[in-house]
């Protein structure tokens, strides 16, 4: 049963990657293609609930030696770190203007996880940073928010969660990888981790947290990815 659980739960994430996946943005059959998004979605969430098990922990020293680094700008974006700001906003008690110094005083979390990307590979790092519910307590996300956008400064990525999965203790704003200060080829100064989803849902180089309460898109997505992308 757990065998069968996961390839029902991996067919459903790869339905909608298959074809735009090989380039194929669908033609004809674009309008059948987004039409099985919301009942693939269902599914996912049906096999794969947001608030489900934690994944799990990987032992220490389990890191890998080599960690791809992709962005979608023409070169790797950067920032200096010294005038970066997250703007937290949307459906907020308290909009929120945070700089690094910020999120490094607030409570941190330190997560040793497996990484999951759409083209196969996987990679095991250590992610320290700020929880995203602990950011939506910081602001007082109103609960009748219903989804997140994330934002970033690399040439207008971005991706939308739904709130569960976005507010799930292994979901965080990382500024550190591997016992160091995030580098740029990984989202510096601050990006979106956790592997509830396949890596492209994982924001890099992070600039805002909107708490809106609709479904929205995102960069991907938007080009016919899976929305929700559940692992």
């Given at each position: 049963?757990?065998?069968?659980?996961?390839f029902?739960?991996?067919?459903?994430?790869?339905?909608a990657?298959?074809?735009?996946?090989?380039?194929?943005?669908?033609?004809?059959?674009w309008?059948?293609?987004?039409?099985?998004?919301?009942?693939?979605?269902?599914?996912?969430?049906?096999?794969?609930?947001?608030?489900?098990?934690?994944?799990?922990?990987e032992?220490?020293g389990?890191?890998?030696?080599?960690?791809?680094?992709?962005?979608?700008?023409p070169?790797?974006?950067?920032?200096?770190?010294?005038?970066?700001?997250?703007?937290?906003?949307?459906?907020?008690q308290?909009?929120?203007?945070?700089?690094l110094?910020?999120?490094a005083?607030?409570p941190?979390?330190?997560?040793?996880?497996?990484?999951?990307c759409?083209?196969?590979?996987?990679?095991?790092a250590?992610?320290?940073?700020?929880?995203?519910?602990?950011i939506?307590?910081?602001?007082?996300?109103?609960?009748?928010?219903?989804?997140?956008?994330?934002?970033?400064f690399?040439?207008?990525?971005?991706?939308?969660?739904?709130?569960e999965?976005?507010?799930?203790?292994?979901?965080?704003?990382?500024?550190?990888?591997?016992?160091?200060?995030?580098?740029?080829?990984?989202?510096?100064?601050?990006?979106?981790?956790?592997?509830?989803k396949y890596?492209?849902?994982?924001?890099k180089?992070?600039?805002?947290?909107?708490?809106?309460?609709?479904?929205?898109?995102?960069?991907?997505?938007?080009?016919?990815?899976?929305?929700?992308?559940s692992?």
């Open positions: 049963m757990p065998e069968r659980r996961e029902l739960k991996r067919a459903a994430s790869m339905a990657l298959a074809v735009t996946g090989c380039g194929w943005n669908g033609g004809p059959l309008p059948l293609l987004r039409a099985w998004d919301r009942p693939n979605q269902w599914l996912q969430r049906a096999l794969a609930p947001p608030g489900g098990p934690r994944a799990r922990i032992p220490p389990s890191e890998s030696a080599a960690f791809p680094q992709y962005y979608v700008s070169a790797m974006p950067r920032v200096d770190p010294r005038i970066w700001r997250l703007e937290v906003g949307g459906m907020v308290r909009p929120l203007s945070l700089s110094s910020d999120l005083a607030m941190r979390v330190t997560l040793r996880l497996r990484h999951y759409i083209e196969g590979w996987t990679a095991v250590s992610w320290t940073g700020v929880r995203v519910s602990e939506a307590r910081a602001a007082g996300a109103d609960p009748a928010a219903g989804f997140v956008d994330f934002r970033s690399d040439a207008g990525y971005w991706s939308s969660w739904d709130r999965s976005a507010l799930h203790p292994q979901s965080m704003i990382a500024i550190g990888m591997n016992g160091s200060w995030l580098t740029p080829g990984h989202g510096a100064p601050a990006r979106l981790y956790s592997n509830l890596g492209y849902k994982s924001v180089y992070l600039t805002g947290v909107r708490f809106v309460p609709e479904r929205t898109g995102g960069y991907w997505e938007d080009r016919g990815y899976d929305w929700y992308a692992l």
